[in-house]
């Protein structure tokens, strides 16, 4: 084989004995997920805002972000269920660039996967001890869910693995909503593909070991825009393309919970994060035009940082992305908050 192994990865059940979840915290994560999944089971009316910085970089800065976001939170929590977005592994199109902190704790030094999985976990940890908030987190690699699963209250399966096998199967056996994008392509059937599997039952091998899931019903889909084979980037957040993810799940009425959650950046905003709150008050009149739509529309998805933009590693901005470009802290209070008003 052209690679070498480095070095064993700790185990999961020894980055939990690192950070181990007490009865309290447990008690919070069960109530905050509960509360989570009452939306998309369509039993609570609250919208979903899947909100935080475009990557979990730095911790420091990352846990200041989320504290005044818990503060938000108590302001809104009858109209708004606030998940933080602490994503600590990333995709890269051409697979150069930060990879996230999973798989370089240290900004300043080489990757180290090791220490990774440890800091993914701290990370996640800090933020439900410091806030009382349950977050999400994207499953770039399936089998490092092991080490988070206890923690999250949220995953999502990015738009580059939406469409592998391995990402569907692992999703069939998680308790915990599941938002599935649409591919860079926009093929929404793509989508409805993997949310399909994500909601059956399967046999599969995982972490080595032949496993068995149940399916999760909680499996859903998120519009995230899309390329053509030109590169041209298109938005699939307006009424038309709601109205068509909503037809897509009536063709499969197998599918439970029908559901959609709208990414306000990415190709939706052509990376252009200050035309999220654009977006989001767009989406929300659609959800508000009748009883039906705002039933299916369940949340949004917004990238927020402390600083607007983003800066190249070592760029000495503290609060500002060094992957994609982030809204800042002050624009995002004021967007929650008018999400509030129109809700």
């Not at 704790?105 to 800090?126: K, M, N, T, Y």
């Not at 080490?147 to 391995?166: H, P």
């Not at 609060?319 to 967007?335: F, H, Q, V």
Request: glycine share 8%; charged share 25%.
């Amino acid at each position: 084989m052209s690679m070498s192994f480095v070095h064993p990865l700790p185990t999961p059940d020894e980055a939990r004995e690192l950070f181990p979840v007490s009865r309290a915290m447990a008690e919070i994560i069960q109530r905050r997920r509960a509360e989570i999944t009452d939306v998309f089971k369509g039993e609570d009316d609250r919208l979903v805002l899947v909100i935080g910085p475009c990557s979990a970089d730095i911790e420091d800065s990352v846990l200041r972000y989320m504290e005044q976001l818990a503060d938000v939170q108590r302001d809104v929590e009858s109209e708004i269920l606030i998940v933080p977005r602490v994503y600590t592994s990333k995709p890269r199109t051409t697979g150069k660039g930060y990879k996230g902190v999973m798989h370089q704790p240290d900004l300043s030094s080489a990757p180290d996967l090791c220490e990774g999985v440890v800091a993914a976990r701290r990370i996640h940890f800090q933020v439900v001890s410091h806030t009382g908030l349950v977050c999400a987190d994207e499953l770039l690699y399936p089998s490092s869910y092991s080490y988070l699963d206890d923690l999250l209250g949220y995953v999502a399966i990015g738009a580059r693995s939406t469409e592998n096998q391995e990402h569907r199967l692992v999703a069939s056996g998680i308790d915990v909503p599941v938002g599935m994008k649409n591919p860079t392509s926009g093929d929404l059937t793509v989508m409805m593909n993997g949310i399909t599997a994500g909601q059956a039952a399967h046999d599969f091998m995982y972490r080595g070991w032949s496993c068995r899931s149940t399916g999760n019903p909680l499996c859903h889909a998120i519009l995230r825009g899309f390329t053509d084979e030109s590169g041209t980037g298109f938005s699939n957040y307006h009424y038309e393309s709601i109205v068509r993810a909503k037809e897509l799940y009536s063709e499969r009425p197998d599918l439970a919970n029908p559901a959609l959650v709208v990414d306000c950046n990415h190709s939706n905003s052509h990376k252009n994060p200050l035309e999220q709150p654009r977006i989001a008050r767009e989406v929300l009149k659609c959800r508000l035009s009748d009883s039906s739509m705002r039933a299916f529309v369940k949340g949004l998805m917004i990238e927020s940082y402390l600083e607007d933009g983003r800066q190249e590693i070592g760029g000495g901005v503290y609060g500002r992305s060094i992957t994609d470009p982030c809204l800042g802290w002050e624009k995002t209070r004021r967007l929650i908050y008018g999400i509030a008003d129109l809700l």
